[in-house]
């Protein structure tokens, strides 16, 4: 039940975090301070014009494109961008979420973070609306995204955020366990049935050594992971999670349930799947199929080479998958030359140069139609059949919901719902409860 707790640890700390002082504050950020993506003086955290340059901060999870940063500056002596990075996505939403009550007056000007969190932010950080910028841009234009993440744009009536890039779930597979189990290595499991099938077939033909399934809502030890995953799972099924307006919650329904006793049941009914997931254990060939991101597509290249093998995401009726990756913001300084410079960077950051270089190094999507359509791209895709797959999965997309309370109700999903998976509650009764907190949460930003 650890992790439990720690979902419920992190919760507690974002919704104290945008309620206390000053003093709690302080106390907050010293514990979950980013880490510079590189040597810089620490006066440079305040933003503004100091001796003709700008300064700005750009806050990003993960990791930075240190040297994509480094020539933007070199590019613009006008223009100085410090980075600094957080371990993860919630670290770094909680830091925005303290700095804003706080009154701070050092938040970032640029931020790079999970699309889910676009609408959170903007509750406590407004965010600069970007239309008038697109369309006075020479080269950045809401019409170069795909549909989808025009739509993901906005905000109510606000061009909030932009995808810079895109990820998914997808089912890696391992071709020698597939080859060992009599199973057909060029025709991985499409529905929820054929993966019960494969794994069942996995753990009869190779033993106890070798885990048939995983998930990274298992295996990992962030809520969203399980949250999306299932969300996924509802939608495939045909169900939906919320009405279009987003004020009364539908996945308390038949194929809500019986999504989440899909995830469940790998682990307690069939058990193709286990709680006792192995470390790096898909990348040590001790595990036969894993639903994880595009983002892992090198690590486990390097890993298992021509071994693996890449499917969509499986699905009840059909596949559907969760769009994740990273959108780009602005926070509205209220200073008209610190908004174009901060613009100027994000531009910079979702060009053609900086946008594949983050494709090829971090198995992100190009959300960007004509830069997908360059011929660099297309031969990166044609070197690779797991970005193919991957890429193809964008036809096959679902969404998460942007409002200000999802980071909320996503930690609620999982701590609701993870219970079952040691069946302290059955998924009925687990989509009951989640049902009426998700009624309170929502009842809360009304």
């Given at each position: 039940?650890?992790?439990?707790?720690?979902?419920?640890?992190?919760?507690?700390?974002?919704l104290?975090?945008?309620?206390?002082?000053?003093?709690?504050?302080?106390?907050?950020?010293?514990?979950?301070?980013p880490?510079?993506?590189?040597?810089?003086?620490?006066?440079?955290?305040?933003?503004?014009?100091?001796?003709?340059v700008?300064?700005?901060?750009?806050?990003?999870?993960?990791?930075?494109?240190?040297?994509?940063?480094?020539?933007?500056?070199?590019?613009?002596?006008?223009?100085?961008v410090?980075?600094?990075?957080?371990?993860?996505?919630?670290?770094?939403?909680?830091?925005?979420?303290?700095?804003?009550?706080?009154?701070?007056?050092?938040?970032?000007?640029?931020?790079?973070?999970?699309?889910c969190?676009?609408?959170?932010?903007?509750?406590?950080?407004?965010?600069?609306?970007?239309?008038?910028?697109?369309?006075?841009?020479?080269?950045?234009?809401?019409?170069?995204?795909?549909?989808?993440?025009?739509?993901?744009?906005?905000v109510?009536?606000?061009?909030?955020?932009?995808?810079?890039?895109?990820?998914?779930?997808?089912?890696?597979?391992?071709?020698?366990?597939?080859?060992?189990?009599?199973?057909?290595?060029?025709?991985?499991?499409?529905?929820?049935?054929?993966?019960?099938?494969?794994g069942?077939?996995?753990?009869?033909?190779?033993?106890n050594?070798?885990i048939?399934?995983?998930?990274?809502?298992?295996?990992g030890?962030?809520?969203?992971?399980?949250?999306?995953?299932?969300?996924?799972?509802?939608?495939?099924?045909?169900?939906?999670?919320?009405?279009?307006?987003?004020?009364?919650?539908?996945?308390?329904?038949?194929?809500?349930?019986?999504?989440?006793?899909?995830?469940?049941?790998?682990?307690?009914?069939?058990?193709?799947?286990?709680?006792?997931?192995?470390?790096?254990?898909?990348?040590?060939?001790?595990?036969?199929?894993?639903?994880?991101?595009?983002?892992?597509?090198?690590?486990?290249?390097?890993?298992?080479?021509?071994?693996l093998?890449?499917?969509?995401?499986?699905?009840?009726?059909?596949?559907?998958?969760?769009?994740?990756?990273?959108?780009?913001?602005?926070?509205?300084?209220?200073?008209?030359?610190?908004?174009?410079?901060?613009?100027?960077?994000?531009?910079?950051?979702?060009?053609?140069?900086?946008?594949?270089?983050?494709?090829?190094?971090?198995?992100?999507?190009?959300?960007?139609?004509?830069?997908?359509?360059?011929?660099?791209?297309?031969?990166?895709?044609?070197a690779?059949?797991?970005?193919?797959?991957?890429?193809?999965?964008?036809?096959?997309?679902?969404?998460r919901?942007r409002?200000?309370?999802?980071?909320?109700?996503?930690?609620?999903?999982y701590?609701?719902?993870?219970?079952?998976?040691?069946?302290?509650?059955?998924?009925?009764?687990?989509?009951?409860?989640?049902?009426?907190?998700?009624?309170?949460?929502?009842?809360?930003?009304?």
């Amino acid at each position: 039940m650890k992790k439990i707790v720690a979902a419920l640890l992190v919760g507690a700390i974002l919704l104290g975090g945008t309620g206390c002082g000053s003093g709690g504050a302080s106390d907050t950020a010293s514990q979950s301070s980013p880490q510079p993506a590189a040597e810089s003086d620490s006066s440079v955290q305040e933003t503004g014009e100091k001796e003709g340059v700008i300064e700005l901060v750009y806050w990003k999870s993960y990791r930075v494109n240190q040297d994509a940063v480094d020539k933007f500056n070199a590019d613009h002596p006008n223009i100085h961008v410090t980075a600094e990075v957080f371990p993860d996505h919630a670290s770094t939403l909680q830091k925005i979420q303290v700095q804003a009550s706080a009154g701070s007056a050092q938040m970032p000007n640029v931020i790079q973070l999970d699309t889910c969190m676009t609408a959170t932010v903007d509750s406590v950080a407004p965010l600069l609306d970007l239309k008038p910028y697109l369309d006075k841009s020479d080269t950045l234009k809401l019409d170069n995204f795909y549909d989808t993440f025009q739509e993901e744009a906005y905000v109510g009536d606000k061009v909030a955020g932009l995808h810079v890039c895109a990820n998914c779930d997808v089912l890696f597979y391992n071709k020698e366990i597939f080859e060992q189990a009599g199973l057909d290595t060029e025709n991985p499991p499409s529905t929820w049935d054929e993966v019960i099938a494969a794994g069942k077939q996995i753990k009869e033909k190779c033993g106890n050594d070798i885990i048939p399934f995983a998930y990274t809502g298992i295996t990992g030890d962030y809520y969203e992971q399980f949250s999306w995953e299932w969300q996924a799972m509802v939608q495939s099924a045909g169900g939906a999670l919320f009405n279009d307006d987003y004020t009364e919650p539908l996945f308390n329904s038949p194929e809500g349930i019986e999504a989440l006793q899909f995830l469940v049941g790998s682990v307690t009914d069939t058990q193709i799947a286990t709680l006792n997931y192995p470390e790096k254990g898909f990348e040590n060939g001790k595990v036969g199929m894993y639903m994880d991101g595009t983002w892992s597509i090198n690590t486990y290249q390097e890993a298992l080479g021509e071994n693996l093998g890449t499917g969509l995401m499986p699905g009840k009726v059909e596949s559907k998958v969760m769009v994740g990756g990273d959108q780009m913001m602005i926070v509205d300084s209220k200073d008209e030359a610190v908004n174009d410079a901060a613009f100027e960077f994000l531009t910079y950051m979702m060009s053609e140069e900086v946008v594949i270089a983050n494709s090829k190094e971090q198995g992100e999507l190009v959300c960007q139609k004509p830069i997908a359509e360059t011929e660099v791209y297309q031969e990166y895709l044609s070197a690779s059949s797991s970005m193919q797959v991957a890429q193809s999965a964008m036809d096959h997309c679902a969404y998460r919901a942007r409002v200000p309370w999802y980071d909320e109700w996503s930690q609620a999903v999982y701590a609701v719902c993870e219970p079952c998976l040691y069946g302290e509650i059955s998924c009925e009764d687990a989509l009951a409860e989640l049902e009426s907190q998700t009624k309170d949460i929502i009842s809360k930003y009304q």
